[in-house]
Protein backbone atom coordinates (compact mmCIF):
# COMPACT_ATOMS: atom_id res chain seq x y z
CA UNK A 1 0.00 0.00 0.00
CA UNK A 2 1.63 3.00 -1.27
CA UNK A 3 0.66 6.21 0.56
CA UNK A 4 2.23 10.11 -0.53
CA UNK A 5 1.90 13.18 1.68
CA UNK A 6 1.48 16.15 -0.62
CA UNK A 7 1.98 19.75 0.47
CA UNK A 8 1.29 22.92 -1.63
CA UNK A 9 1.96 25.71 0.27
CA UNK A 10 0.43 28.65 -1.92
CA UNK A 11 1.32 32.88 -0.49
CA UNK A 12 -2.36 32.73 1.44
CA UNK A 13 -3.09 29.30 1.92
CA UNK A 14 -1.72 25.70 2.80
CA UNK A 15 -3.15 23.10 1.32
CA UNK A 16 -2.30 19.03 2.23
CA UNK A 17 -3.41 16.08 0.62
CA UNK A 18 -2.69 12.14 2.04
CA UNK A 19 -2.65 9.85 -1.35
CA UNK A 20 -2.92 6.16 -0.70
CA UNK A 21 -2.53 4.10 -4.02
CA UNK A 22 -3.31 7.10 -6.08
CA UNK A 23 -6.74 7.67 -4.46
CA UNK A 24 -7.43 10.99 -2.01
CA UNK A 25 -8.45 9.88 0.79
CA UNK A 26 -7.71 13.12 3.61
CA UNK A 27 -7.95 16.72 2.81
CA UNK A 28 -7.02 19.76 4.71
CA UNK A 29 -7.05 23.40 3.33
CA UNK A 30 -5.95 26.04 5.46
CA UNK A 31 -7.10 29.32 4.41
CA UNK A 32 -7.48 33.14 5.38
CA UNK A 33 -11.15 34.38 5.08
CA UNK A 34 -13.05 37.67 5.86
CA UNK A 35 -13.52 36.88 9.53
CA UNK A 36 -10.00 35.35 10.02
CA UNK A 37 -8.76 31.68 9.24
CA UNK A 38 -10.61 28.43 8.75
CA UNK A 39 -9.22 25.03 8.06
CA UNK A 40 -11.41 22.52 5.78
CA UNK A 41 -10.99 19.01 6.08
CA UNK A 42 -12.54 15.91 3.50
CA UNK A 43 -11.83 12.37 4.68
CA UNK A 44 -12.49 9.98 2.18
CA UNK A 45 -14.64 12.51 -0.38
CA UNK A 46 -17.20 12.71 2.07
CA UNK A 47 -18.67 16.08 2.83
CA UNK A 48 -16.27 18.61 3.49
CA UNK A 49 -16.35 20.41 7.31
CA UNK A 50 -15.11 23.86 7.76
CA UNK A 51 -14.34 25.51 11.26
CA UNK A 52 -12.00 28.49 12.12
CA UNK A 53 -8.52 28.23 13.37
CA UNK A 54 -6.33 30.93 14.98
CA UNK A 55 -3.41 32.80 13.39
CA UNK A 56 -1.08 30.32 15.47
CA UNK A 57 -2.78 27.32 14.35
CA UNK A 58 -2.57 28.46 10.90
CA UNK A 59 0.66 29.23 11.11
CA UNK A 60 1.79 26.10 12.17
CA UNK A 61 -0.63 24.16 9.90
CA UNK A 62 2.25 21.02 9.71
CA UNK A 63 1.33 20.35 13.21
CA UNK A 64 -2.54 19.13 12.29
CA UNK A 65 -1.93 17.50 9.40
CA UNK A 66 1.03 15.71 10.66
CA UNK A 67 -1.58 14.38 13.45
CA UNK A 68 -4.34 13.75 10.93
CA UNK A 69 -2.27 11.66 8.93
CA UNK A 70 -0.98 9.43 11.48
CA UNK A 71 -4.41 8.88 12.89
CA UNK A 72 -5.81 8.22 9.58
CA UNK A 73 -3.03 5.52 8.60
CA UNK A 74 -3.21 4.03 11.93
CA UNK A 75 -7.09 3.97 11.79
CA UNK A 76 -7.54 2.84 8.06
CA UNK A 77 -4.18 1.00 7.57
CA UNK A 78 -2.67 -0.56 11.13
CA UNK A 79 0.94 -0.82 10.46
CA UNK A 80 1.39 1.35 7.65
CA UNK A 81 3.58 4.50 7.54
CA UNK A 82 4.17 7.28 5.15
CA UNK A 83 5.69 6.43 1.92
CA UNK A 84 7.13 9.70 0.68
CA UNK A 85 6.21 13.35 0.47
CA UNK A 86 6.02 15.72 -1.92
CA UNK A 87 6.23 19.99 -1.82
CA UNK A 88 5.65 22.62 -4.55
CA UNK A 89 8.74 24.46 -4.98
CA UNK A 90 8.27 28.07 -6.81
CA UNK A 91 11.49 29.32 -7.10
CA UNK A 92 13.47 31.33 -9.58
CA UNK A 93 16.80 29.71 -11.44
CA UNK A 94 17.31 26.94 -13.48
CA UNK A 95 18.62 24.30 -10.69
CA UNK A 96 14.87 24.19 -9.96
CA UNK A 97 13.45 24.14 -13.49
CA UNK A 98 13.42 20.20 -13.27
CA UNK A 99 11.20 17.57 -10.36
CA UNK A 100 14.13 16.36 -7.64
CA UNK A 101 14.69 14.66 -4.09
CA UNK A 102 15.21 17.23 -1.63
CA UNK A 103 18.51 16.92 0.67
CA UNK A 104 20.72 19.31 2.22
CA UNK A 105 22.03 20.59 -1.01
CA UNK A 106 18.98 21.79 -2.01
CA UNK A 107 17.75 23.55 0.92
CA UNK A 108 20.41 25.88 0.69
CA UNK A 109 19.86 26.13 -3.07
CA UNK A 110 16.58 27.27 -2.11
CA UNK A 111 17.64 29.23 0.93
CA UNK A 112 19.78 31.39 -1.38
CA UNK A 113 17.01 32.24 -3.72
CA UNK A 114 14.49 33.20 -1.44
CA UNK A 115 14.25 37.20 -1.69
CA UNK A 116 13.09 36.48 -5.24
CA UNK A 117 10.10 35.25 -4.22
CA UNK A 118 9.30 36.33 -0.69
CA UNK A 119 5.66 35.45 -0.84
CA UNK A 120 6.47 31.65 -1.30
CA UNK A 121 10.10 30.79 -0.49
CA UNK A 122 9.67 31.25 3.15
CA UNK A 123 6.45 28.96 4.00
CA UNK A 124 8.26 26.65 0.99
CA UNK A 125 11.35 26.01 3.37
CA UNK A 126 9.13 26.22 6.69
CA UNK A 127 7.19 23.10 5.66
CA UNK A 128 10.00 21.54 4.37
CA UNK A 129 11.62 21.69 7.73
CA UNK A 130 8.43 20.72 9.16
CA UNK A 131 8.62 17.72 7.21
CA UNK A 132 11.73 16.13 7.67
CA UNK A 133 11.32 17.01 11.35
CA UNK A 134 8.07 15.33 11.44
CA UNK A 135 8.45 12.43 9.05
CA UNK A 136 12.07 11.56 9.72
CA UNK A 137 13.47 9.18 7.45
CA UNK A 138 10.61 9.57 4.43
CA UNK A 139 11.83 10.74 1.20
CA UNK A 140 10.65 14.20 -0.35
CA UNK A 141 9.86 15.34 -3.64
CA UNK A 142 10.59 18.38 -4.81
CA UNK A 143 7.61 19.30 -7.47
CA UNK A 144 8.96 22.12 -9.52
CA UNK A 145 6.02 24.69 -10.30
CA UNK A 146 8.60 25.50 -13.49
CA UNK A 147 9.67 22.60 -14.93
CA UNK A 148 6.67 22.15 -17.63
CA UNK A 149 8.32 25.47 -19.22
CA UNK A 150 11.36 24.41 -19.97
CA UNK A 151 10.66 23.55 -22.79
CA UNK A 152 10.56 27.23 -23.93
CA UNK A 153 12.19 28.17 -26.98
CA UNK A 154 15.18 30.84 -26.00
CA UNK A 155 12.99 33.40 -28.16
CA UNK A 156 10.42 33.28 -24.95
CA UNK A 157 12.72 32.55 -22.14
CA UNK A 158 15.52 34.97 -22.87
CA UNK A 159 15.63 38.60 -21.55
CA UNK A 160 17.53 41.08 -23.96
CA UNK A 161 19.94 41.57 -21.00
CA UNK A 162 23.50 41.39 -21.12
CA UNK A 163 24.87 37.71 -22.04
CA UNK A 164 27.06 37.70 -19.66
CA UNK A 165 24.96 39.22 -16.83
CA UNK A 166 22.33 36.28 -17.83
CA UNK A 167 25.34 33.50 -17.97
CA UNK A 168 26.88 34.50 -14.18
CA UNK A 169 23.76 35.42 -12.56
CA UNK A 170 20.90 32.79 -14.34
CA UNK A 171 18.58 35.45 -15.30
CA UNK A 172 15.92 34.04 -17.57
CA UNK A 173 11.98 33.66 -17.41
CA UNK A 174 11.03 30.67 -16.21
CA UNK A 175 7.55 30.95 -15.63
CA UNK A 176 5.15 28.76 -12.74
CA UNK A 177 1.70 27.50 -12.50
CA UNK A 178 3.11 24.70 -14.53
CA UNK A 179 2.09 21.97 -12.02
CA UNK A 180 -1.48 23.49 -12.92
CA UNK A 181 -1.02 23.56 -16.80
CA UNK A 182 0.20 19.54 -16.23
CA UNK A 183 -3.03 18.58 -14.99
CA UNK A 184 -5.04 20.15 -17.62
CA UNK A 185 -3.19 18.67 -20.06
CA UNK A 186 -3.31 15.11 -18.38
CA UNK A 187 -7.28 15.63 -17.91
CA UNK A 188 -8.19 17.69 -21.22
CA UNK A 189 -8.73 15.17 -23.40
CA UNK A 190 -11.83 12.60 -21.39
CA UNK A 191 -13.39 15.93 -21.12
CA UNK A 192 -13.54 17.46 -24.51
CA UNK A 193 -12.85 14.67 -27.11
CA UNK A 194 -9.60 15.77 -28.47
CA UNK A 195 -5.45 17.06 -27.01
CA UNK A 196 -5.69 20.55 -28.68
CA UNK A 197 -2.71 21.44 -30.89
CA UNK A 198 -2.63 24.84 -30.22
CA UNK A 199 -3.73 25.33 -26.75
CA UNK A 200 -4.04 28.47 -24.15
CA UNK A 201 -4.02 27.27 -20.18
CA UNK A 202 -5.96 30.78 -18.06
CA UNK A 203 -4.60 30.35 -14.39
CA UNK A 204 -6.78 32.75 -12.38
CA UNK A 205 -6.59 32.15 -8.62
CA UNK A 206 -4.56 34.59 -6.27
CA UNK A 207 -1.58 34.23 -8.57
CA UNK A 208 -2.43 34.41 -12.27
CA UNK A 209 -0.69 33.13 -15.26
CA UNK A 210 -1.54 32.85 -19.69
CA UNK A 211 0.81 29.48 -21.08
CA UNK A 212 0.63 28.82 -24.59
CA UNK A 213 0.82 24.79 -25.15
CA UNK A 214 1.71 23.78 -28.67
CA UNK A 215 1.27 19.92 -29.05
CA UNK A 216 1.35 19.29 -25.40
CA UNK A 217 4.51 21.00 -24.83
CA UNK A 218 4.72 25.05 -22.91
CA UNK A 219 6.16 27.27 -25.71
CA UNK A 220 5.27 30.75 -23.84
CA UNK A 221 4.09 32.21 -20.33
CA UNK A 222 3.27 35.48 -18.50
CA UNK A 223 5.35 34.86 -15.35
CA UNK A 224 9.09 35.38 -16.21
CA UNK A 225 11.96 34.89 -13.43
CA UNK A 226 9.50 35.58 -10.31
CA UNK A 227 5.82 34.94 -10.10
CA UNK A 228 5.41 38.75 -9.09
CA UNK A 229 5.42 39.35 -13.23
CA UNK A 230 3.43 39.00 -16.20
CA UNK A 231 -0.24 39.97 -15.50
CA UNK A 232 -2.07 41.75 -13.39
CA UNK A 233 -2.68 39.60 -9.91
CA UNK A 234 -4.66 39.94 -6.38
CA UNK A 235 -1.76 41.82 -4.60
CA UNK A 236 1.31 41.32 -7.32
CA UNK A 237 1.68 44.00 -9.87
CA UNK A 238 2.92 41.95 -13.37
CA UNK A 239 4.72 43.72 -15.57
CA UNK A 240 5.75 46.92 -13.74
CA UNK A 241 7.91 49.55 -15.84
CA UNK A 242 11.56 49.09 -14.50
CA UNK A 243 11.60 52.92 -14.46
CA UNK A 244 8.70 53.21 -12.32
CA UNK A 245 9.94 50.79 -9.23
CA UNK A 246 13.33 52.67 -9.62
CA UNK A 247 12.05 55.63 -8.63
CA UNK A 248 9.98 54.43 -6.10
CA UNK A 249 12.73 52.96 -4.44
CA UNK A 250 14.90 56.44 -4.94
CA UNK A 251 11.99 58.63 -3.11
CA UNK A 252 11.05 56.37 -0.83
CA UNK A 253 14.66 54.85 0.22
CA UNK A 254 14.42 51.19 -0.29
CA UNK A 255 16.31 48.20 -0.06
CA UNK A 256 15.62 45.80 -3.03
CA UNK A 257 13.80 43.88 -0.29
CA UNK A 258 11.15 46.47 0.23
CA UNK A 259 10.90 46.23 -3.43
CA UNK A 260 10.08 42.67 -3.43
CA UNK A 261 7.60 43.21 -0.71
CA UNK A 262 5.98 45.81 -1.91
CA UNK A 263 5.65 44.41 -6.21
CA UNK A 264 4.50 41.27 -4.36
CA UNK A 265 1.54 42.38 -1.71
CA UNK A 266 0.67 46.00 -2.55
CA UNK A 267 0.11 45.85 -6.05
CA UNK A 268 -2.23 44.34 -8.50
CA UNK A 269 -6.05 44.35 -7.29
CA UNK A 270 -4.63 45.44 -3.81
CA UNK A 271 -3.15 48.43 -4.90
CA UNK A 272 -5.87 49.21 -7.69
CA UNK A 273 -9.02 48.92 -5.22
CA UNK A 274 -7.71 48.14 -1.75
CA UNK A 275 -8.68 44.64 -1.76
CA UNK A 276 -6.54 42.03 -2.79
CA UNK A 277 -9.80 39.69 -2.87
CA UNK A 278 -11.68 39.28 -6.25
CA UNK A 279 -14.95 38.01 -5.24
CA UNK A 280 -15.04 40.72 -2.48
CA UNK A 281 -14.21 43.34 -5.30
CA UNK A 282 -16.80 41.49 -7.84
CA UNK A 283 -19.53 42.23 -5.15
CA UNK A 284 -18.13 45.90 -5.09
CA UNK A 285 -18.80 46.14 -8.64
CA UNK A 286 -22.30 44.96 -8.78
CA UNK A 287 -22.60 47.83 -6.15
CA UNK A 288 -21.27 50.29 -9.36
CA UNK A 289 -18.01 50.76 -6.75
CA UNK A 290 -16.09 52.67 -9.55
CA UNK A 291 -12.61 51.39 -7.60
CA UNK A 292 -13.63 48.00 -8.32
CA UNK A 293 -14.79 48.57 -11.60
CA UNK A 294 -11.72 50.64 -12.91
CA UNK A 295 -9.81 47.49 -11.02
CA UNK A 296 -11.28 44.52 -12.63
CA UNK A 297 -11.59 46.38 -16.00
CA UNK A 298 -7.68 46.35 -15.83
CA UNK A 299 -7.35 42.99 -14.85
CA UNK A 300 -8.98 41.47 -17.07
CA UNK A 301 -7.42 43.06 -20.20
CA UNK A 302 -4.35 42.26 -19.16
CA UNK A 303 -5.49 38.61 -18.76
CA UNK A 304 -7.05 39.29 -22.52
CA UNK A 305 -4.36 40.99 -23.86
CA UNK A 306 -2.19 38.17 -22.88
CA UNK A 307 -4.24 35.51 -24.25
CA UNK A 308 -4.56 37.04 -27.45
CA UNK A 309 -0.58 37.35 -27.53
CA UNK A 310 -0.43 33.52 -26.63
CA UNK A 311 -2.33 32.95 -29.66
CA UNK A 312 -0.17 34.62 -31.77
CA UNK A 313 2.46 32.72 -30.37
CA UNK A 314 0.75 29.49 -31.41
CA UNK A 315 -0.26 30.46 -34.52
CA UNK A 316 -3.82 30.65 -33.44
CA UNK A 317 -6.01 28.93 -31.09
CA UNK A 318 -7.91 25.90 -30.91
CA UNK A 319 -8.86 25.50 -27.50
CA UNK A 320 -9.02 28.37 -24.27
CA UNK A 321 -8.97 26.40 -20.84
CA UNK A 322 -10.14 28.88 -17.87
CA UNK A 323 -8.92 27.55 -14.46
CA UNK A 324 -8.16 27.46 -10.64
CA UNK A 325 -10.46 29.11 -7.99
CA UNK A 326 -11.39 32.42 -8.97
CA UNK A 327 -12.34 31.34 -12.50
CA UNK A 328 -13.97 28.30 -11.38
CA UNK A 329 -16.00 29.81 -9.01
CA UNK A 330 -17.26 32.96 -10.72
CA UNK A 331 -19.15 32.94 -14.39
CA UNK A 332 -18.96 36.96 -13.82
CA UNK A 333 -15.30 37.42 -13.74
CA UNK A 334 -15.51 34.46 -16.81
CA UNK A 335 -17.93 36.88 -18.77
CA UNK A 336 -15.44 39.89 -17.47
CA UNK A 337 -12.39 38.73 -18.94
CA UNK A 338 -13.53 36.44 -22.05
CA UNK A 339 -16.10 39.42 -23.14
CA UNK A 340 -13.49 41.27 -25.08
CA UNK A 341 -12.34 37.92 -27.29
CA UNK A 342 -14.74 37.89 -29.75
CA UNK A 343 -11.73 39.15 -32.48
CA UNK A 344 -10.15 35.40 -31.82
CA UNK A 345 -13.18 33.78 -32.48
CA UNK A 346 -14.82 33.56 -28.79
CA UNK A 347 -18.30 33.15 -28.64
CA UNK A 348 -19.68 32.24 -25.16
CA UNK A 349 -22.65 30.85 -24.17
CA UNK A 350 -24.68 32.86 -21.39
CA UNK A 351 -26.55 30.01 -20.56
CA UNK A 352 -23.70 27.58 -20.41
CA UNK A 353 -20.88 30.53 -18.68
CA UNK A 354 -23.96 30.50 -15.71
CA UNK A 355 -24.48 26.60 -14.86
CA UNK A 356 -21.55 25.55 -15.15
CA UNK A 357 -20.13 27.71 -11.45
CA UNK A 358 -17.79 25.60 -9.63
CA UNK A 359 -18.12 22.51 -12.15
CA UNK A 360 -16.09 21.65 -15.35
CA UNK A 361 -17.31 21.70 -19.35
CA UNK A 362 -17.45 23.69 -22.38
CA UNK A 363 -19.04 27.18 -22.03
CA UNK A 364 -18.54 28.28 -25.20
CA UNK A 365 -21.36 27.89 -28.15
CA UNK A 366 -21.39 25.18 -30.20
CA UNK A 367 -20.03 27.14 -33.83
CA UNK A 368 -16.99 28.79 -31.75
CA UNK A 369 -14.12 29.18 -33.58
CA UNK A 370 -12.16 28.84 -30.10
CA UNK A 371 -13.37 26.24 -27.44
CA UNK A 372 -13.10 27.37 -24.13
CA UNK A 373 -13.81 25.08 -21.12
CA UNK A 374 -13.85 25.68 -17.54
CA UNK A 375 -11.55 23.02 -15.57
CA UNK A 376 -10.50 22.96 -11.91
CA UNK A 377 -6.60 22.55 -11.81
CA UNK A 378 -5.10 19.67 -10.14
CA UNK A 379 -1.97 20.32 -8.70
CA UNK A 380 -2.05 18.26 -6.08
CA UNK A 381 -2.79 15.25 -7.96
CA UNK A 382 0.23 16.41 -10.92
CA UNK A 383 2.52 16.33 -7.53
CA UNK A 384 1.83 13.05 -6.55
CA UNK A 385 2.47 11.71 -9.72
CA UNK A 386 5.80 13.61 -9.98
CA UNK A 387 6.60 11.86 -6.58
CA UNK A 388 5.70 8.23 -8.08
CA UNK A 389 7.76 8.80 -11.12
CA UNK A 390 10.63 10.21 -8.90
CA UNK A 391 10.89 7.26 -5.94
Request: charged share 25%; with cysteine.
Amino acid sequence: MASTLVINPGSSSRKYALFVDARVVLELRFESTDNGFEVCTNINGTKQICEPVTKREFTDSFDRVKTEVNEYLHRNSPGCKLDKIVVRIVAPGTFFQQHRLIDDAFVAELESRKTFSPLHIPIILREISNARKGFKNQRIVAASDSAFHATMPPRARNYSIHRADVAEYDLHRFGYHGLSVASILRRIHPLIGIDPERLVVCHVGNGASVTAVKNGKSIDTTMGFSPATGVVMSSRGGDVDTAALLELMRVKHWRPIDAQMYLNSKCGLAGLAGDADIRRLLDRRAQHDEEAVQALDVFAYHLQRAIAAQAVALGGLDVLVLTATAAVRSSALREIILSGLSPLGVEISRERNEVLVSKEGVISVRNSAVKVVVMRTDEMGEMAYVADLLT
